[in-house]
T-cell receptor, first 110, second 114 residues
Framework: RKEVEQDPGPFNVPEGATVAFNCTYS??????FFWYRQDCRKEPKLLMS???SGNEDGRFTAQLNRASQYISLLIRDSKLSDSATYLC???????????FGGGTRLMVKP | NAGVTQTPKFQVLKTGQSMTLQCAQD?????MYWYRQDPGMGLRLIYY???????DKGEVPNGYNVSRLNKREFSLRLESAAPSQTSVYFC?????????????FGPGTRLTVL
C-alpha cells in the first residue's frame, strides 16, 4: 500500500463548478500536511498547508480528518487557471521528510 | 534571490554515460533534496541532505550518488546511466526549522537515457 494515495483523475469540470479531492495516508503518526500545485512541465509549488482545524484561502478549503487518515481540498468557483495537478504531501513526525502522493489532475473547461 | 536553480535543464545521455546534475539555493536553507518524477507519478525521493555534511538515502537511491558540497549546493551523480533513469529530476530545499515549512523546488532537469 502506498503511504499517500490520491485518485489520479482527471477531474473534468466546467468553469464555476465546485470540486473536491481526497488524499489518504497510511501512517497515523503523520503530523504535517500540505497541498502542492504542479502545472504541466513545471515544478511543484506550495498551495496551502492543512491545519487540524481546517483552513481556507480564498476559494480553496483544506480539511484534515485524523481519525480516518485523510485530507481534502475543496475548490469553489473553479477557474480555467485552476487546471493543474494537485499533490498531497504528508510529513512524518517532526522531521523534514516529505512524502508525495501521485497527484490528482484537474481540468477546468470553459 | 534566485531561489533554487538547477543545471542543465535538458540532457540526453547514452546508456553507460555518466553525468552530474547541479543544484544550488540562495535561501540559506539547511535541508536539500533530490526527487525524480516519472509520467503519471508523484515525486519519489532519491537522496536528501538534512544539513551540510550529511546525506541520506531516500526511497529510490540505487544508481545515484550525491554530494553536499556546501550549504548552498547539492549535486546528484549518475555514474552509469540506464534507460530506467529517464525522468524529470527536481531539486528542493527547506529551512529545516520546523515541520510547517514550505519546500522550494528548482525548475527541474529533463533527462533522457537512450
Amino acid at each position: 500500500r502506498k503511504e499517500v494515495e490520491q485518485d489520479p483523475g482527471p477531474f473534468n469540470v466546467p468553469e464555476g463548478a465546485t470540486v473536491a479531492f481526497n488524499c489518504t495516508y497510511s501512517n497515523s503518526a503523520s503530523q504535517s500536511f500540505f497541498w502542492y500545485r504542479q502545472d504541466c512541465r513545471k515544478e511543484p509549488k506550495l498551495l496551502m498547508s492543512v491545519y487540524s482545524s481546517g483552513n481556507e484561502d480564498g476559494r480553496f478549503t483544506a480539511q484534515l480528518n485524523r481519525a480516518s487518515q485523510y485530507i481534502s481540498l475543496l475548490i469553489r468557483d473553479s477557474k480555467l487557471s485552476d487546471s493543474a495537478t494537485y499533490l498531497c504531501v504528508v510529513v512524518l513526525g517532526a522531521g523534514n521528510m516529505l512524502t508525495f502522493g501521485g497527484g490528482t489532475r484537474l481540468m477546468v473547461k470553459p | 534571490n534566485a531561489g533554487v536553480t538547477q543545471t542543465p535543464k535538458f540532457q540526453v545521455l547514452k546508456t553507460g554515460q555518466s553525468m552530474t546534475l547541479q543544484c544550488a539555493q540562495d535561501m540559506n536553507h539547511n535541508s536539500m533534496y533530490w526527487y525524480r518524477q516519472d509520467p503519471g507519478m508523484g515525486l519519489r525521493l532519491i537522496y536528501y541532505s538534512a544539513s551540510e555534511g550529511t546525506t541520506d538515502k531516500g526511497e529510490v537511491p540505487n544508481g545515484y550518488n550525491v554530494s553536499r558540497l556546501n550549504k548552498r549546493e547539492f549535486s546528484l551523480r549518475l555514474e552509469s546511466a540506464a534507460p530506467s533513469q529517464t525522468s524529470v529530476y527536481f531539486c528542493a530545499s527547506l529551512t529545516g526549522a520546523s515541520s510547517y515549512n514550505e519546500q522550494f523546488f528548482g525548475p527541474g532537469t529533463r533527462l533522457t537515457v537512450l
